[in-house]
Antibody, heavy 125, light 105 residues
Framework: QVQLQQWGAGLLKPSETLSLTCAVY????????WSWIRQPPGKGLEWIGD???????NYGPSRNSRVTISVDTSKNQFSLKLSSVTAADTAVYYC???????????????????WGKGTTVTVSS | IVMTQSPATLSVSPGERVTLSCRAS??????LAWYQQKHGQAPSLLISGASTRATGIPARFSGSGSGTEFTLTISSLQSEDFAVYYC????????FGGGTKVEIK
């Protein structure tokens, strides 16, 4: 049974860098894509970006310049860094596994089938 | 791609049949997933490919649709089904609907 365990600082000041890590236990790391999703308080889900085992990344258009997702295949871990945070970045951050799917003959990341429990990040001065 | 869910809230009694709607702003073929999120928990996958139940999901959950119009149906609502439900397209960069909260009537 695959499990995702995530951790990172929960309280940040404006302009600091958010840093979260997600460890994958119990399954293949190289066969999937690995995502970060966030959920502001009382709101819906927002995809941040994802990465595969070779380090190929996809970022959502709204925060491309502030986001860095990286991977450490030796530890089966992937990480999120979000620079210059503001109060608008306050949210629960989830890591998730994405199943690869084939669209028009190309293998691409698909739906999220395994999720971490989430990390609450609060940005406040 | 903008995903729009309706209604925002649904008040239902246990045992009732529930239908949730999700509309995409452009065709996403069948590249749609449904997730259930209970209070204080991470979302969990219910349906992928618009109609394929995830492992362990009861048969009372069913999904249908393709293109731009999709439906999640719960045939007989159980107490553990009161939650928020999200649709998500993965035909391109992932985007989620705003959610439908299913609450006790």
């Amino acid at each position: 049974q695959v499990q995702l365990q995530q951790w990172g600082a929960g309280l940040l000041k404006p302009s600091e860098t958010l840093s979260l890590t997600c460890a994958v236990y119990g399954g293949s790391f190289s066969s999937y894509y690995w995502s970060w999703i966030r959920q502001p308080p009382g709101k819906g889900l927002e995809w941040i970006g994802d990465i595969n085992h070779s380090g190929s990344t996809n970022y959502g258009p709204s925060r491309n310049s502030r986001v860095t997702i990286s991977v450490d295949t030796s530890k089966n871990q992937f990480s999120l860094k979000l620079s210059s945070v503001t109060a608008a970045d306050t949210a629960v951050y989830y890591c998730a596994r994405r199943q690869p799917i084939t669209i028009f003959g190309l293998v691409r990341p698909g739906y999220m089938d395994v999720w971490g429990k989430g990390t609450t990040v609060t940005v406040s001065s | 791609i903008v995903m729009t869910q309706s209604p925002a809230t649904l008040s239902v009694s246990p045992g009732e049949r529930v239908t949730l709607s999700c509309r995409a702003s452009q065709s996403i073929n069948s590249n749609l997933a449904w997730y259930q999120q209970k209070h204080g928990q991470a979302p969990s996958l219910l349906i992928s490919g618009a109609s394929t139940r995830a492992t362990g999901i009861p048969a009372r959950f069913s999904g249908s649709g393709s293109g731009t119009e999709f439906t999640l149906t719960i045939s007989s609502l159980q107490s553990e089904d009161f939650a928020v439900y999200y649709c998500q397209q993965y035909n391109s960069w992932p985007s989620f609907g705003g959610g439908t909260k299913v609450e006790i009537k």
